[in-house]
């Protein structure tokens, strides 16, 4: 829908790894100045291109504050087919490793925060394989094997959010 | 909307050298108040006689209407006539319609109560208390109000913000922003401007009638919601009640006379606030006609009588810490009367772990905070005052194939929020399209609330799958949705503001307007009129000195373009057509549009390099 460089709005270096406190102080210094209240009483085109504008600032920081979401925002802005690489989709290797994982989340016993605990760890380490992996293809101008990383970080996070919440 | 700044004719328009008059305007279901920020202090406005609660509780007699106390008064000879807690009821449909005498569904399907007065929906009559808080605050402030900001629970869904507005708008109140009750507690306690650091908030307001509990986190004005819960039928009525039935035990009357159960619920209302004070109360009943001459109770037995009350609100504290993935809080605030009870403060403060805030008046927190928002909002602060962001509190989607809901706005985004998402046909040659929008959590349908529905039609017709449809949403600062559908390959194009089918659409609320009392007597064409040379003349004004700072941003075909269209603007500004006015202006509105993005763009740069572009303020102060 915008056509707008999250990274050059920002003002912050393009790139998997990013200044995560230089983001968030743009990102509030944008909104300072930009949010619609700050416009009320301004005539109406102000208003609405204010609007566009800050959701354009909203959506460009979820986008890259967010991991899994500024990985996908970076093969994208680097041309790669998204809907071709999901097609292709993850090796049968961690696709077998991620039915294991989801399979033990399933069987847990609620009683035993341990075990759930244990099995988070594992897949936070997965997780972290897989975004290391990214990053560095990614660096690489390897964008198909960063694509395939990219998925991985995907289902993983998912995973990660899965996980019942801890038991009240 | 314009500001209803009225000039004379022909006179410069120049930036008011006073205050502007804002409200804070804390709508409850139980209770309303409204509050004023003057610069220095905050003022809850007081009636006639002291008391700055007006119940929400409207009266539709035969012959008169009456708001508040004099409401209260027809409760028990007119039942019907008196309509209290109408908030429980605003922004909900037919699916909401319940076997209550009182409730009637209008010939268009609007929920709405059956008075003598006629049928009166939910947002007449929370248009009805506004407007008797309006009044109050015009006759005290002596002055126009150029707006107002109203606090909705933090739960609020679409349909119920909307019909809020209509509320506000149908009372002549221009919306600055509706705030979230919780929030506006925080904003009283200026807890938004000392959070560098991020830090989280619960919010635990026990009013009449209801319980809230919200878990908030903030940083830098940043309000996000994380958590909501509580419970609609549970506040400090029901602790009235308790103490009642404990005294008609002790006494053993099992069958005690409406007139009676009346006065005993009253008595106990009065003992349960003494006894925030002290340790035993007593009252005098002997117009009763009971067996005793006194009723009294000890703390001690109140605590009693109501900790099973109390353990239901710590229990929903309890499971919306663990909705916000939280341990503790760094923070507690309390909302509404019944927190003023110590047990309720003691239970509060072991549940979180710490002494909860209570050094502003619980009842009046809300308001309070509305109000310091307000005067921001309109302007009577400087630039550098932090900011309020808000998030929507619950996702928003569309209906896809199977009667499953696909996001497409994540809840506790922050708005305002634009987000696209391409669908596809499921058809074999299909040509239309409906767009269902619905609001909620859940994945299917039926769990999630309807909030729209439309049609894209004039799809080519193409095999299953083929066609591009993007469907855009949109939420401005108040939460209110716009949705968008275009087919990618023709452009056909539909879109719709969300206008849940609960209430009155813009033409009604200008006819009832028109009709009301208050303004037969104005002259609407001179209002309109006044209004629309204030945003004529602001573009104008705005535009001349855009062209000044940044006119090298402009084409000299640019230039002149824009300028042929200020000089018709101007002309008709001084002509008596409102009608034309708005037209002009909209049409240079748009015609500038593109230079307004590229001076926004430019000033994103001086943004990050903390340069402030306020010069171009300056110019226009001079």
Partial sequence: MSARDYFALFQIEPGFHIDMAALERAYHSLLAQFHPDRFAGKPQVEQRVAAQLCADINSGFRTLSNEVARAEYVLKRAGVDLAQAEREGVGTEFLMMQITLRERLEGIDSGDPSQRQALMSEVEKHYSASRDAFASAAEEARFEIAARRWQEMCYLSKLRDAAPPRAA | MALLQISEPGEPTTAPE??????????????????????????VLQDETGRAALPSVVYYGAEETAVGFAAEAFSGSEPANTVASAKRLLGRGREEFSDDPYLTLTPEGVLAFATAAGEKTPVEVSSAILTALKCRAERQLSGAIAG??????????????????????????????????????????????????????AVY???????????????????????????????????????????????ELAQPSVVQRRSLLGLARRVKEMLSAQQTASMDCHELGLSCEQLSLS??????????????????????????????????????????MPRVREAVAACFGREPLCTLDPDQVVAMGAAKQADV???????GEALLLDVIPLSLGLETYGGLVEKVIERNSTIPVARAQEFTTARDGQTGLVVHVLQGERERVEDCRSLAR??????????????????????????????????????ARSEVVVKPAFGLDEIQITEMLKASYEFATEDMTARQLAEARVEGEGLLAGLQ??????????????????EAGMRAL??????????VIREMTDDLGRASEAFAARRMDRSIQSALTGVSLDALEDNKAE
């Fill in chain 2, 148 to 201: 107002a900001v109203i606090t909705v629970p933090a739960y609020f869904d679409d349909a119920q913000r909307q019909a809020t507005r209509q509320a506000a708008a149908l009372s002549g109140i221009k919306v600055l922003r509706l705030l979230n009750e919780p929030t506006a507690a925080a904003v009283a306690y200026g807890l938004d401007a000392d959070s560098e650091e991020a830090s989280t908030l």
């Fill in chain 2, 205 to 251: 307001d026990l009013g009449g009638g209801t319980f809230d509990i919200s878990i908030l986190r903030m940083r830098e004005g940043l309000f996000e919601v994380l958590a909501t819960g509580g419970d609609s039928a549970l506040g400090g009525d029901d602790f009235d009640r308790a103490i009642t039935d404990f005294w008609l035990t002790e006494l």
């Fill in chain 2, 18 to 43: 006073s205050r502007q008059i804002a409200l804070g305007i804390d709508l409850g279901t139980t209770n309303s108040l409204v509050a004023h920020f003057d610069g220095t202090d905050i003022h």
């Fill in chain 2, 377 to 383: 909002l309109v302007g009577n602060r400087g630039e």
């Fill in chain 2, 545 to 562: 000195s855009a062209i000044a700072q940044d006119g090298d941003l402009l084409s000299a075909d640019e230039v002149q373009q824009l």
């Fill in chain 2, 299 to 340: 703390r001690e037995s109140l605590d009693n009588l109501v900790s099973g009350l109390i353990d239901r609100t710590l229990q929903a504290c309890e499971a919306a810490l663990a909705d916000a993935r939280l341990e503790s809080v760094d923070r507690v605030v309390l909302v509404g009367g019944s927190t003023r």
């Fill in chain 2, 454 to 491: 439309f049609e894209l039609t004039g799809i080519p017709p193409m095999v299953a799958g083929a066609a591009r449809i993007e469907v855009t949403f949109r939420v401005d600062a108040d939460g209110i949705l716009e949705v968008a559908a275009v087919e990618q390959l023709t452009g």
């Fill in chain 2, 570 to 579: 101007a002309e008709v500004l001084v002509a008596d057509d409102p009608q």
